[in-house]
């Protein structure tokens, strides 16, 4: 009985280290074997032929992604790596693998249309796009298992963004049709971008400017929270197309009864019921954990401020909101994310922002126009959501972090 208890599978420890990075590669590879990792189009209007990994990359390149793979598979078992070791190699592997993924489409779209006609176009493949995504996660799963601070994730972070910079200003992706489509919009595209952020900060701004009192009071006042809540989750309920629908009716009807209104802007379409429906619908996270936050704070850490003869402003504002701060920021966090995404339909009623290329190429059928206002969109919000990340964690009492 000892011996079969000294080669038992439990104690030998597990064979798979890592399940999330082996899961990860998994689909990376299964995506790489049954999915297109490019397409080629006569012209930016028709459906493109699907190009495998093997056809769109040059040996020296899919061997390269190949043996990158073999490590990190290594990287997945409890042996041969230390634990610590496999998630330091995943953090330099994954990027290499995403650089060489990108670098890869980049000069089969260079390459291949050297030959071709001036209509003809290249753009991404659902291969590509999983081969870009699963070192990403690969890179956030690597980091949670360290345990990293900000200093180091920081400039990890940076320096990668700077690598794939550096990529885009080589021109290496200039024959690509979404970059060819960003040619043909420059202009448009960057005033596009700043009106989405004008938007997203013109809702975010009086949003926090009531969500924060309304917090306040629920936490305050147990009577007015069920009504508050109730209200707010409604707000919730009503979807995006259909409560900016809502809106076109009244707000043109009060631009028309005062012009002065109509002059600053509120009407049925455009800006105006565009940055209400944000704020209608940032409300609630932002009251929630607002009260959540303040809902947190120990009773005895107030009882102790009491005693110290703190009076209730003092209380508030050197007690009570430093220890709510991380929840309330966490809250803005996912309002932020939010209203980057909703802001897209906006482009419906007139408001303008990335959408509008979204719902242009929609109606062309130019799914590479589509790509210029959905890419940037990901992008603004993986940004935001990062930042707003490093901001609930330096907001956390010291020794929680």
Request: hydrophobic share 60%; with cysteine; charged share 10%.
């Amino acid at each position: 009985m000892s011996e079969e208890r000294a080669w038992h599978p439990r104690r030998a420890g597990p064979f798979v280290a890592n399940r999330v990075l082996l899961v990860l590669l998994a689909a990376a590879l299964m995506g790489v074997v049954l999915l297109p990792f490019a397409a080629m189009a006569p012209n930016r209007l028709m459906s493109g032929q699907g190009v495998n990994v093997a056809v769109a990359l040059l040996p020296w390149q899919w061997l390269s992604l190949a043996g990158l793979a073999m490590v990190l598979a290594l990287c997945t078992l409890a042996r041969p790596f230390p634990s610590r070791l496999a998630r330091w190699l995943t953090l330099i592997i994954a990027p290499l693998w995403l650089l060489l993924a990108l670098y890869g489409l980049g000069d089969y779209a260079f390459r291949t249309l050297q030959d071709a006609s001036p209509a003809a176009r290249v753009s991404q493949g659902a291969a590509f796009w999983i081969l870009v995504f699963c070192p990403v996660l690969m890179i956030i799963d690597a980091f949670q298992r360290l345990g990293s601070g900000l200093a180091v994730r920081g400039f990890y972070t940076a320096a990668l963004v700077a690598m794939v910079g550096a990529l885009f200003a080589s021109g290496i992706f200039d024959g690509l049709s979404i970059m060819q489509e960003y040619a043909n919009n420059r202009d448009t595209f960057a005033a596009e971008f700043l009106t989405h952020l004008r938007l997203v900060g013109l809702a975010l701004g009086p949003a926090l400017l009531v969500g924060l009192p309304l917090g306040l009071l629920a936490r305050r006042s147990p009577s007015a929270r069920g009504p508050l809540f109730g209200v707010l989750n409604f707000f919730q309920t009503i979807p995006s197309i259909a409560l900016f629908a809502l809106l076109v009716a009244p707000l043109s009807a009060l631009g028309e009864a005062l012009p002065w209104l109509k002059a600053l802007g509120v009407g049925g379409i455009g800006a105006a019921p565009a940055i209400i429906a944000l704020i209608m619908y940032s409300l609630l996270p932002i009251v929630r954990n607002t009260y959540a936050g303040f809902a947190g704070v120990p009773a005895t850490t107030i009882e102790a401020a009491r005693g110290m003869g703190m009076t209730a402003r003092q209380i508030l504002w050197r007690v009570e909101v430093p220890l709510a701060l991380p929840v309330i920021l966490s809250g803005l966090r996912i309002v932020t994310v939010q209203a980057i995404g909703l802001t897209v339909v906006a482009a419906l009623i007139g408001a303008g922002g990335l959408g509008s290329f979204i719902f242009q190429g929609l109606g062309q059928y130019a799914i590479d126009l589509v790509m210029l206002g959905a890419v940037p969109t990901i992008a603004l919000a993986v940004v935001a959501d990062f930042l707003l990340q490093i901001l609930v964690s330096l907001s956390k009492p010291a020794g929680t972090r």
